[in-house]
């Protein structure tokens, strides 16, 4: 099992000018290092980072953390569109085998990295406990979602869709863009970013928008989010403390 961590230093600047994967959660312990242990941890120990300007400080700052990796860096510099899906084309010689996919603000507690381990079949992260539509306002209405038929996952966005739309999907679920990915799903779902990529210079779409349908794993209500401001930083710290 290897890793690709995403969109680190893409446009995350936090209030004090540091890639927003380098926020500390606690003394010493920042979002990237926090993933970078847990990924140690669970044995995977390959594991590729794309990042853009700050390339340099992060590859820096992994390696100050001696951790027993294997790291390979990849950089969006020179690219106009910086979105995931040119991330992935950038990573496509690493992105062989069997393959975590995550982004670099992403905290997520043990747990849910181990239900995605155990799972035997390409999967991703969702919730069926999540709290209801009105109660989380636009953090749900514009959150990622995942549109499930026949129990898997065939589509996977944060657009606004119509009520007849919904209506052709057997239920809609809160997701986070946390995946395991089995070798010949990833390949399926290369192809096409490759294309787009590559040949037709589609840099700019969703990557979901050409994901081959995948299993959910049902994470409930434990910590998994992405961190983007300071107020959510501090709302995922004092959940972690809970956690512990």
């Not at 990924?39 to 794309?50: D, H, K, M, P, T």
């Amino acid at each position: 099992m290897k890793a690709l961590i995403l969109n680190c230093s893409v446009n995350p600047i936090d209030i004090n000018g540091h890639p927003k994967c380098l926020m500390e959660l606690s003394t010493g312990e920042t979002i990237l290092s926090r993933q970078l242990h847990l990924l140690c941890g669970a044995g995977v120990r390959r594991i590729a980072i794309v990042s853009d300007s700050f390339s340099s400080e992060i590859s820096s700052y992994c390696g100050s953390l001696n951790l027993p990796l294997e790291l390979s860096f990849f950089d969006y510099r020179g690219a106009y569109y910086r979105h995931y899906i040119y991330g992935m084309f950038c990573a496509r010689k690493f992105l062989v085998g069997n393959m975590l996919l995550l982004h670099s603000n992403l905290v997520f507690e043990t747990e849910v990295l181990n239900r995605l381990l155990a799972c035997k079949t390409s999967c991703m992260t969702v919730s069926t406990t999540a709290p209801a539509r009105e109660e989380l306002n636009w953090a749900y209405l514009d959150g990622f979602r995942a549109y499930f038929k026949e129990g898997q996952i065939v589509r996977a966005d944060n657009k606004s869709s119509t009520k007849q739309e919904e209506k052709e999907y057997d239920c809609i679920l809160p997701a986070w863009r946390f995946y395991r990915l089995r070798a010949e799903d990833l390949q399926k779902w290369m192809l096409p970013i490759n294309r787009f990529c590559n040949h037709l210079g589609l840099t700019g779409i969703p990557a979901e928008e050409v994901l081959p349908p995948v299993s959910p794993v049902d994470i409930g209500n434990l910590l998994c989010t992405e961190v983007d401001n300071p107020e959510q930083l501090e709302d995922v710290i004092r959940r972690l403390d809970e956690a512990d």
